[in-house]
């Protein structure tokens, strides 16, 4: 099976799973998801102006368009509307790049968006926060949300200790070098995510809400401590 074609089995078997999604609408939204299976960057710019509160953003090249409508949330492609309440909409976007956006390989190098990092005193003293992939689908069995990534500076590795760091796709700022792909990897990437996205409800923490966010902080805080 093509990568292609796996991320849209998902997308079905994702709306198979919904009730929020009606049945007249799944040919609507597997149509929006095959037009951005490659490409998933006009998915991103919605969620963003989910986020922003923004009223309308529309791809004319390909007739989809985002709207909210007082308490309706509306993705629509040509004439045909899917609407949604808030929550509902959220999680179907979200869902949505969750499945369809790409995973890289254990072993790929990427550079870190260093203004995620502005905090950490290290990181102004470094031209790249560069790092290799050592982990991916991590987090706890009572977490809703899971980290993608996790991984180890490059080229120190962990030097003797046992953290690593973990992180999101929305914090890559560039792919340096892929690591190795197979069919075995693409099986993986596959179960992983019907696991976690369809099966348990579960989204990447990189669009966790500011509520979310804070609540697994200060999770955080109690186990370390």
């Not at 953003?57 to 368009?65: G, K, L, P």
């Not at 790929?108 to 992939?133: C, F, G, Q, T, W």
């Not at 899971?146 to 030097?159: D, I, K, N």
Request: charged letters at 35%; proline letters at 2%; one cysteine or more.
């Amino acid at each position: 099976m093509k990568t292609r074609d796996y991320k849209l089995n998902l997308w079905k078997e994702f709306m198979e799973h919904t009730e929020y999604v009606l049945q007249r609408d799944r040919e609507t939204m597997g149509r929006i998801a095959g037009t951005y299976v490659d490409d998933v960057s006009f998915l991103m710019r919605i969620y963003e102006a989910y986020v922003e509160k923004e009223r309308f953003i529309e791809d004319e090249e390909h007739s989809v368009r985002y709207e909210r409508d007082g308490e309706d949330y509306i993705l629509a492609l040509e004439r045909r509307e899917c609407v949604f309440s808030k929550e509902n909409f959220r999680k179907v976007i979200v869902s949505m790049l969750d499945l369809l956006e790409d995973t890289l390989p254990l072993g790929s190098v990427v550079d870190l968006k260093k203004s995620a990092y502005k905090n950490v005193p290290e990181a102004s003293e470094v031209e790249h926060i560069r790092m290799v992939i050592t982990y991916r689908f991590l987090g706890k069995e009572e977490d809703s949300h899971y980290f993608p990534y996790a991984g180890v500076v490059y080229p120190t590795g962990m030097l003797g200790r046992k953290e690593v760091l973990y992180f999101t796709r929305p914090l890559v700022e560039k792919v340096v070098r892929e690591g190795y792909r197979d069919e075995q990897e693409d099986a993986y990437v596959y179960l992983m995510k019907k696991e976690l996205v369809i099966e348990k409800g579960k989204n990447s923490f990189g669009y966790a809400t500011k509520e979310e966010i804070e609540a697994f902080n200060a999770q955080v805080k109690r186990r370390d401590a």
